[in-house]
């Protein structure tokens, strides 16, 4: 059965102190792995799209890695304006499916 | 247009109301999907409509009815709804389900049933 485990469900940090959220997976055959930032009340908003293991993706403050079974946003010197739940979904071969996980809650305090 | 559109962005109603909620998009988009989303869960996958078709109904209860009268345009007509149906409604497209590019969600419904 395919899955998206993340981790960890809710992160508090300093402003400027870096971190990474997980996202592990098991899917039959990865068509793409994507990355979302959703703000309460909002829907998600499109951060990345991984497809391959060794790809790396940056966005600002934002940097997505992806190998076989997982990946990695990595966040450099976050801004309480990156606050928001970050969602990893993935997409098997052959359905039209995305599979979210449970999110992680990110907290960025001055 | 990048955005997709959704309306009303709350809506309160009984469990013998019938309401509809709408969705759009001009990007020339070819799917679409309804997701419902709990508070603190993550979306969960309703419907997928591709080039106008349903593709996909995860087993959703039949008060709920899609439409999508044309490629632009995706409904979501609401019946007999139980209180454990309030959720944030997510419309959501992409350039086809053939391909993997990130869909673009839209702002969602407030649904609360009374």
């Known amino acids: 059965e395919d899955q998206v485990t993340q981790s960890p469900e809710a992160l508090r940090l300093q402003e400027g102190e870096s971190s990474s959220l997980n996202c592990s997976y098991t899917?039959?055959?990865?068509?793409?792995l994507f990355w979302y930032r959703q703000d309460p009340g909002k829907g998600p908003e499109f951060l990345f799209t991984l497809y391959s293991a060794g790809e790396e993706k940056e966005k600002e403050r934002l940097k997505a890695t992806l190998t076989k079974k997982e990946s990695f946003l990595h966040i450099t010197a976050p801004k309480p304006e990156d606050s928001a739940t970050y969602l990893c979904a993935v997409q098997a071969r052959n359905t039209d499916k995305l599979i979210f996980g449970t999110g992680t809650r990110l907290q960025v305090f001055p | 247009d990048t955005e997709v559109t959704q309306t009303p962005k709350h809506l309160v109603m009984g469990m013998t109301n019938k309401k509809s909620l709408k969705c759009e998009q001009h990007?020339?988009?070819?799917?679409m999907y309804w997701y419902k989303q709990k508070a603190k869960k993550p979306p969960e996958l309703m419907f997928v409509?591709?080039?106008?078709?349903?593709?996909i109904n995860e087993s959703v209860p039949s008060r709920f009815s899609p439409e999508c009268p044309n490629s632009s345009l995706l409904n979501l007509h609401l019946h007999a709804l139980q209180p454990e149906d309030s959720a944030l409604y997510l419309c959501?497209?992409?350039?086809?389900?053939?391909?993997?590019?990130?869909?673009?969600f839209g702002s969602g419904t407030r649904l609360t049933v009374v």
């Open positions: 409509y591709s080039y106008e078709k349903l593709s």
């Open positions: 899917v039959s055959g990865l068509r793409g």
């Open positions: 990007m020339g988009h070819r799917a």
């Open positions: 959501a497209s992409s350039e086809g389900t053939a391909w993997n590019y990130g869909y673009t």
